[in-house]
Each structure stands twice: as structure tokens, then as C-alpha cells.
């Protein structure tokens, strides 16, 4: 057995699900509201049988993992590590990691851990400390809690002297991050703000000076086995819940902020201090949500920041706006402190992040002249390019017309030709499959529910449609084949989640009622699929680059009419479509 088999033998699914989520007896199974949709009729269902669950609102499926890696937006690995923690399983047993750097890692955290609470309990001892914390940065105590803040003694050895008396030697202290290259302690003096990896372990440091005038103003923990400042997002642990219950995520610039807005309680609020956004920041943040906010100041920096941002968002599906009505305060932290409703009021004002990113230069800019106007043409064509939605790529290229009443067609070549100097980037996103919709999905998945719960019933199709009956009957058979093969190739909690799904949705039907509702599935997942295609079809058609995300060439008049056909004999075909 695994590692991850065995976790599964000792929680069952019920009992993880169980600390979520109020689960109530139906029938073999155990329902629930579901935990992403803000749903008033149940439909969260767990099989504590086959240690599966399913959610049939949002189309969410899987074991202990996946549910666990859904709510709490971790990766497998860990996720398997948190649930492994709490199944009492030594994970160094199966391999999952070298032991001895498991080992390294486990020291380090426990050296972390300890570091906290000697600052916390250094802060109590110190009064600058505490008139700072409590009176100029307005903290009140169950924010310092659920912080961890702290304070560093101003002395060389203070926590060295403490760890070595827990056990920890300078050396590996010094690899994790908490001495510095003379072997005394790395923060002195300091407010001290813990950086917490997604389920609240400490993991590093960030260290605020107290006095106005002291550089730097923050010190941050060096990369170490446990810190990487490029994926690591600060406040995350606290904000997870907020996020998943609001439905989107703030991203502020600093620490602070992070710990003030919670304080007002805006909590699904975090941040990327001390570096620049990355693909792996936004990642860790769209396992929660695809609604993300910045809260950037209006500034050459916070605009920058901004613009960098879209591209990284793009390419990840997200919904990325711009939070920046501050009134005359600088951030948001400052505009908390004059009150905590204007923040609050600020947070549901957004702007697309692009509209935002344009208006900014717009003020820069002085649109009457050229000179201006090829500058603004710069910054937008390249926001334009770097959109990944075709139809939002064309209603920004338009708002670009109007504003500098400049042709499309001037603008589209300008395009071209940024793109070729940026390398010979396409304008479109590299080939990719086309997307399949969520009804056909939806589709698709009730239909190899009913397979499932018939094995070998549905293999072929009763024949029925217009027109030509050997090119329906082809068809069917195609699609028939098709989903044979993707049923292949589930995997195990896959086919029983799918199996769970057939059972609560087709629960007491008749064989002739499943009979029909199986046919009448096999037609509407056909007409989705001509839908699903003749939406490709006419973005291709919308598409006057060279190369468009689905691989055709429709630069020559030939091929845009090959492309029209096509469309029009689908178009033909839903007109018979049942």
C-alpha cells in the first residue's frame, strides 16, 4: 500500500469532509450544501462506501484529496502532507522525500515555531514594542494573535541563546534563515510579522523597523528549504476562508496591509511582499477563486506592477481588476486608519484591469498630439496582445479606434508589427485543443453516468434524426466510441465518482425511463457539440492574424471561405437538430 492508499485507510472520507462541511444521513450516502455555490438545496453528496464525494452543483468530484486541495487550495503534495499529518502517517516511509531533507524541513519548522513565540513573548517585555504595536499601529490583541506578531530583541543573540537551549545548532539555524553570515540573530529591533505557508506553519520572517527613519524598513527571511519569496503568499492561511465564502481574492502591495484589512474585516486580502507577482503567486491564488483584485497604488510602480500582471492572468484564465479609489490616502492600510469603512467600500469599486491600466496613461498622455498618441498605441496593442480572450481582445482594439481615431486596420498592423519585434510572438496564444463548454460537459458526464450504471446496455445507440441516415447513424456511433474510450480511461475515483452521480441523479427510474433520457442526452450532447464548433468558427472567422489559437490559416480569402461553408452547413444542421 502507498502512501496515499494508506492515508485514505485511516480517514475516512466522512470525517475529513466532515470538519467542513455539516453532512446529513441520505440513505448509504451523506448529503450537504454545497461549500462553492452558496446552494439552498443539497446537493453535495459522499459515499463513506467507496470514499468518494460529489458535488452536482459546480460538476466537483474526487476523494479526500481533491476535496481538501479544493477548500483549502493546496496542491496534492500538499495536500497529502496535511492529511498524512493528521492520519498519523510517516510519509519518509513511501519515499514521497529524501529523509534527510524531510527531516531538515521538519527542524526548520520547529526552529520557526519556537521563534514565534519568544518574539511574541519578547513584545510583552517591551514597552517601545507594545506602544508601537498596539498605539501607533492601532493592532488589537486578536489580530496580534491571529498574526503571530512579535517583537526581536535589539541584542546580537537573543533567539541564538533561546534555540540552542531547545536543541538547535547555529549551523542549521543559519540555513534556516534565522542568523546571519556572522552567526548572530538576522533580525534586531524589529516588529516582527511571521510568514506562514498555506496551513499556518511558520515558515519565515518579515521584520518592520519601528522608528521612521531606520533602513531598510522591512527585512525579510532569505530563501531557504522552506521560504521561496516567488510563491509564497503572505496571509493566504488567514485569508483562504474569506476567499472561498467571497468568492475573490485582494492582492495588496504590503504586509501591513494584509494585517490591517483583515483587521477591518476585509479578509480575503493578501499579498506578494517584498517581490513582484508571479505565475505561481496567481496560481496558489486561482485554486481559490478566478476573481482576483489588485490593490496597487496609482504610482509608475504600482501601474507597472499592474501591467505585468495581465499577461501572467491571462494566460491562467483569471479575472484580473484594479482596486484604487483611495480617496487622498496613499494605500489601503492608510485609508484603514482614517476608517475602515472606506476601505471596505473601496474593495467592491473594481475596475478591469486593462480599463484601469488605460485610464492611467490616458491621464499621462497627451492624446492630441502624435507623439502621444503613438505612445499610448504602444502600451495598449501590447495589453491587447497579451489578452488571451479573442472577444475581449477585439472590444479593447475598438476602444483603441475610438479613442485615438486611428483606423483598425493601421492598428492591427501596428500590432503585427510589435509582435515581431518582441520576437516573432503571435498575436494569438499558442495552438491549443479547442475549450469544451460546461454544458457539453455537463452532458457528457450524465451520459457516461448512465453507462456506468449499465455496463455493456449503451455501447450502441437506437438510431434516429433526419436527413441523411447513414451520416447520423455515423455520428452517433462516433460519439458513442468516443465516450467508451474516455470511460477507458478513468481512473478509479473517477468512475465511482461518476457512478455516485448516476446513482443520486437517476435514483428509482425506470429502465425505460433511463432508456429515454439516455437517448434524449446522446441528441443534446450532439447539438452541443455543433454549437461548440460553430462558435470556433466564427472567433477564427473574428481573427485576422496569421495564426489564431486553433491552429488555421485564415489569412487568404480562400481559406475564410472554406471556413464559411463549413459554418454554414453547421448552421444547416441545427436547424434539423432535435
Known amino acids: 500500500m502507498d502512501a496515499k492508499e494508506e492515508v485514505k485507510a485511516r480517514l475516512p472520507v466522512e470525517d475529513v469532509i466532515g470538519q467542513y462541511v ?12 454545497s461549500p462553492w455555490t452558496g446552494e439552498k438545496t443539497a446537493s453535495f453528496m459522499v459515499s463513506p462506501e467507496k470514499g468518494i464525494w460529489h458535488d452536482y452543483s459546480s460538476g466537483k468530484g474526487g476523494d479526500i484529496f481533491t476535496f481538501v486541495m479544493e477548500m483549502e487550495g493546496l496542491t496534492f503534495v500538499e495536500a497529502l502532507k496535511l492529511l498524512a499529518g493528521r492520519a498519523g502517517v510517516d510519509l519518509k516511509m513511501y519515499g514521497s522525500d529524501g529523509a534527510d531533507t524531510e ?23 517591551n514597552k517601545h514594542a507594545l506602544d508601537y504595536i498596539f498605539y501607533k499601529r492601532n493592532l488589537n490583541r486578536q489580530t496580534i494573535s491571529d498574526f503571530l506578531i512579535g517583537y526581536a530583541p535589539n541584542t ?43 496551513v499556518g506553519a511558520v515558515i519565515g520572517f518579515t521584520a518592520r523597523a519601528l522608528k521612521s527613519d531606520e533602513q531598510p524598513k522591512y527585512l525579510n527571511t532569505t530563501a531557504t528549504l522552506l521560504y521561496d519569496k516567488g ?29 490591517s484589512s483583515h483587521q477591518a474585516g476585509v479578509k480575503n486580502v493578501v499579498a506578494t511582499a517584498g517581490t513582484a507577482m508571479t505565475e505561481d503567486h496567481l496560481k496558489a491564488l486561482s485554486r481559490l477563486t478566478s476573481d482576483i483584485r489588485l490593490a496597487y497604488d496609482a504610482d509608475k510602480a504600482g501601474v507597472a506592477a499592474a501591467e505585468r500582471s495581465i499577461a501572467l492572468a491571462s494566460r491562467l484564465d483569471i479575472k484580473l481588476s ?20 472606506l476601505w471596505q467600500a473601496a474593495v467592491a469599486k473594481k475596475l478591469p484591469a486593462v480599463d484601469w491600466l488605460l485610464s492611467q496613461y490616458e491621464a499621462r498622455l497627451d492624446l492630441e498630439t502624435g507623439e502621444g498618441k503613438r505612445e499610448y498605441s504602444d502600451v495598449a496593442l501590447k ?75 449503451h ?55 433511463l432508456e429515454s433520457e439516455f437517448q434524449d442526452l446522446v441528441q443534446k450532447m450532439k447539438k452541443q457539440r455543433l454549437l461548440d464548433k460553430k462558435a470556433e468558427l466564427e472567433h477564427i472567422l473574428t481573427n ?35
Open 103 to 125: 527531516k531538515k524541513r521538519k527542524r526548520f519548522r520547529e526552529a520557526h515555531k519556537l521563534a514565534a513565540k519568544y518574539y511574541q513573548a519578547a513584545m510583552m517585555k
Open 22 to 33: 455539516e453532512l446529513k444521513r441520505a440513505g448509504r450516502n451523506l448529503k450537504a450544501l
Open 156 to 198: 546580537g543573540n537573543a533567539l541564538l541563546t533561546f534555540l540552542k537551549s531547545k536543541g538547535f545548532q547555529s549551523s542549521e539555524l543559519a540555513e534556516a534563515g534565522l542568523l546571519n553570515r556572522f552567526s548572530t540573530d538576522m533580525f534586531r529591533g524589529r516588529m516582527m510579522i511571521p510568514l506562514m505557508d498555506t
Open 383 to 457: 495589453l491587447v496582445n497579451q489578452l488571451g480572450d479573442e472577444v475581449e481582445r477585439e472590444h479593447y482594439l475598438n476602444l483603441v479606434h475610438k479613442r485615438l481615431d486611428i483606423s483598425e486596420k493601421t492598428l492591427r498592423n501596428k500590432m503585427r508589427a510589435l509582435a515581431a519585434k518582441e520576437g516573432s510572438r503571435r498575436l494569438k496564444r499558442p495552438k491549443v485543443e479547442p475549450q469544451t463548454s460546461e454544458n457539453t460537459r455537463m452532458l457528457e458526464q450524465n451520459i457516461i453516468a448512465i453507462m456506468l450504471l449499465n455496463p455493456g446496455k
Open 459 to 513: 455501447d450502441t445507440i437506437k438510431r434516429g434524426g433526419v436527413g441523411d441516415v447513414k451520416k447520423v447513424e455515423r455520428e452517433d456511433e462516433d460519439l458513442v466510441a468516443a465516450i467508451l474510450d474516455k470511460i477507458k480511461a478513468l481512473d478509479y475515483t473517477e468512475r465511482e465518482s461518476l457512478i455516485l452521480r448516476g446513482q443520486t441523479r437517476y435514483e428509482g427510474w425506470s429502465d425505460e425511463d
Open 322 to 341: 484594479v482596486i484604487s479609489d483611495y480617496g487622498d490616502a496613499k494605500d489601503p492600510d492608510e485609508l484603514i486608519q482614517k476608517d475602515p469603512k
Open 231 to 259: 510563491r509564497h503568499v503572505f496571509g493566504l492561511s488567514q485569508a483562504k476562508e474569506s476567499i472561498r465564502i467571497n468568492g475573490f481574492a485582494v492582492i495588496v502591495e504590503g504586509n501591513m496591509d494584509v494585517i
Open 544 to 578: 485576422d492574424s496569421l495564426d489564431n489559437a486553433y491552429g488555421f490559416d485564415n489569412s487568404s480569402e480562400s481559406n475564410k471561405q472554406a471556413i464559411l461553408v463549413e459554418l454554414n452547413n453547421i448552421i444547416k444542421e441545427l436547424k434539423h437538430a432535435r
